[in-house]
């Protein structure tokens, strides 16, 4: 899932203990995804973590680590794991996944009219895709203070909460203190005031696929292929709010402490 749908899962997990002192474990909950933005760190590196591996002293807010990657487990696989899987492992009973079933057809007629075809399985992975962002759209739409909230996160962390997380991060990932600050600053960047504000638009949403799968840029009739996919995905996830309260459910039942 993306940044909307974390933020909004964890702030109904940390109910009203979530407040200004503590604002940071918002950015925690979302390294996963940020720190991949450096070009020396995959998300196959953030996403292995141990979900239930215990944490020293000191490093307590890594819990929020692995609550993001809770989420996703259960958004890609159905269940949670205890180390994750690699991305060939698409076959699951995830929302996204199941979601993502019902493009898979027109993802692939996409990409054959652009003379770049691709196979089912890949086909299955861009869909579901399209449906995190498709929720994180909803989300958005429903919820706009998330986006506000969020904000308020990053000003908070980056006004003297670094050294704090890039020590957890170098522990969690077992990266050098130097690479973990560099991707944190990086990554926050992406996340700032209206750049952020874009990113978690329609519009913003578009340019990550065409990023992502394109390269950036594809060209107008592209983005509005991709714009009818989002669209179509957002019709799919009417249902996206029992998706939310059953991730909750089973992460509450799976043990997971927070410690807030």
């Not at 720190?35 to 239930?52: A, K, S, V």
């Not at 692939?108 to 929720?135: F, K, Q, T």
């Not at 996340?191 to 594809?218: N, Q």
């Amino acid at each position: 899932m993306l940044l909307n749908t974390h933020t909004l899962l964890l702030k109904e997990y940390a109910g009203d203990r979530l407040g200004t002192d503590n604002l940071d474990i918002l950015i925690y909950n979302v390294m996963p995804d940020i720190l991949p933005i450096h070009r020396d760190i995959t998300p196959e590196m953030t996403h292995r973590m141990e979900r239930f591996s215990g944490v020293p002293a000191g490093r307590e807010k890594a819990r929020f680590i692995q609550f993001h990657l809770l989420v996703d487990d259960l958004s890609h696989h159905g269940h949670i794991t205890r180390n994750g899987h690699d991305r060939s492992e698409n076959e699951s009973g995830g929302y996204a996944f199941r979601k993502g079933t019902a493009l898979v057809q027109e993802m692939m007629g996409m990409h054959r009219r652009l003379g770049r075809p691709i196979d089912e399985s890949e086909a299955l992975y861009r869909s579901h895709l399209v449906i995190e962002m498709a929720v994180d759209l909803v989300i958005r739409g429903r919820h706009p203070e998330i986006v506000d909230l969020f904000s308020r996160a990053v000003e908070t962390t980056l006004g003297g909460r670094i050294d704090g997380i890039v020590g957890t991060l170098a522990w969690a990932y077992t990266i050098p203190a130097g690479l973990a600050r560099d991707a944190l600053l990086q990554g926050m960047a992406a996340y700032r005031d209206d750049v952020l504000r874009r990113s978690v638009s329609l519009e913003g949403r578009i340019d990550l696929f065409l990023w992502k799968f394109f390269g950036g840029d594809a060209g107008d009739p592209v983005r509005g292929d991709v714009r009818d996919l989002l669209v179509k995905g957002i019709e799919r996830v009417a249902d996206h709010e029992h998706f939310l309260s059953a991730t909750l459910r089973e992460i509450a039942a799976s043990g997971f402490d927070g410690s807030l």
